[in-house]
């Protein structure tokens, strides 16, 4: 009877044991994810107060909430910026590394981190040059920068534009802006907002118009046109358009929603790969360089001005000549 009594004692202290560590670590489980919300909030707001374009913006809070959820996953349990160490970083990386993420995606996601350490004043982390925690310390630095577009052929954007024209009128002449003015699709989104000043200065003569909206960090500049008479037309189609569709050339009622209408769309119409919307920025960087030889400037020097024109700024035209005009091999 007596052993009975402490056999039973010792089965209740053993079932007290494993529901005690199974509730302890269903516990860490819901702590482990609550801080991890938390400091997801965090990363994004900072990522948030970084600045740039609108998609800078995006991507870096992505990133934010890709980093939070990931030292979730590895078990670092933190809540906050300043508790962020080297290991964790380098952590994050490594894990990264394994999935087979390139070295350019990854370039770009520590490059979102940095601004992101440094809008929450861990200066000293984001620095690039950092003993630890630089691309070339953490093995992800030597990815090439030069395009994987190509100049896009007027034959194909007429395909492109009689596909998407039956779908979304306000797309097919949004890359067509893209085409001849070289915007980006953010730029192309919010053209809506100048297009009418585009207009009257063109006929006013002038060759260059200011693109505002839409830029990356903000930065205006002033694009050459050209290809002066199918500018005019474009635009002249484009503020019709706008003036029957409420004022926008992509009708959705937010920023956001308009860049996914519009991606979705050009995706679907097959402007994929190579020939993705940005190949329409090659094509404007090819045509507007000859255009600015024949007007007598040096190669250089008209490389410079599109490095403008594209809003890289004057010190980019050798990335101009070696990734937008480069010679594809079908037109060897």
């Known amino acids: 009877m007596q052993n009975r009594a402490v056999g039973v004692k010792c089965f209740y202290s053993q079932s007290h044991r494993t529901i005690s560590t199974s509730v302890l670590n269903v516990l860490d489980s819901e702590w482990g994810l609550i801080m991890s919300v938390k400091l997801s909030k965090q990363l994004v707001t900072l990522a948030r107060q970084g600045g740039g374009s609108f998609k800078t913006v995006s991507d870096r809070s992505k990133v934010a909430s890709r980093f939070s959820e990931r030292l979730a996953t590895l078990n670092i349990q933190i809540r906050d910026v300043s508790h962020i160490k080297t290991k964790h970083i ?49 093995g992800i630095s030597g990815a090439s920068r030069e395009g994987k577009k190509e100049a896009l052929s007027d034959e194909r954007l007429r395909e492109f534009v009689g596909r998407i024209s039956d779908k979304d009128m ?34 006013n003569g002038e060759d260059r118009v200011r693109v505002i909206f839409g830029t990356k960090g903000g930065r205006w500049r002033n694009v050459t046109v050209f290809e002066r008479e199918k500018v005019i037309s474009l635009l002249d189609q484009t503020v019709r358009y706008i003036d029957e569709n409420n004022g926008r050339l992509i009708d959705r009622s937010t920023l956001h929603a308009a860049l996914n209408r519009f991606h979705n769309v050009v995706r679907d119409a097959g402007m994929t790969g190579k020939e993705a919307p940005h ?10 360089v000859d ?8 190669r250089k020097e008209a490389e410079a001005i599109v490095s403008m024109d594209l809003g890289h700024g004057d010190g980019r035209g050798a990335y101009i000549a070696r990734v937008y005009n480069r010679v594809s091999d079908n037109d060897e």
Do not use: C
Not at 172 to 183: C, D, E, F, N, V
Not at 291 to 297: D, F, R, S
């Open 291 to 298: 255009y600015h030889i024949a007007q007598g400037v040096s």
């Open 170 to 203: 306000g797309v097919a002449l949004g890359i067509q802006l893209g085409r001849y003015l070289g915007l980006r699709a953010e730029e192309i989104i919010q053209s809506a907002k100048s297009i009418k000043t585009w207009q009257k200065t063109i006929n």
């Open 279 to 288: 190949s329409l920025r090659y094509s404007y960087s090819r045509d507007a």
């Open 90 to 138: 380098e952590g994050y990386v490594k894990s990264r590394l394994d999935e087979n993420i390139s070295l350019r995606t990854l370039q770009n996601e520590m490059a979102g981190i940095r601004s992101i350490l440094a809008s929450g004043g861990r200066n000293k982390l984001a620095d690039p040059t950092h003993d630890k925690l630089s691309n070339q310390a953490l």
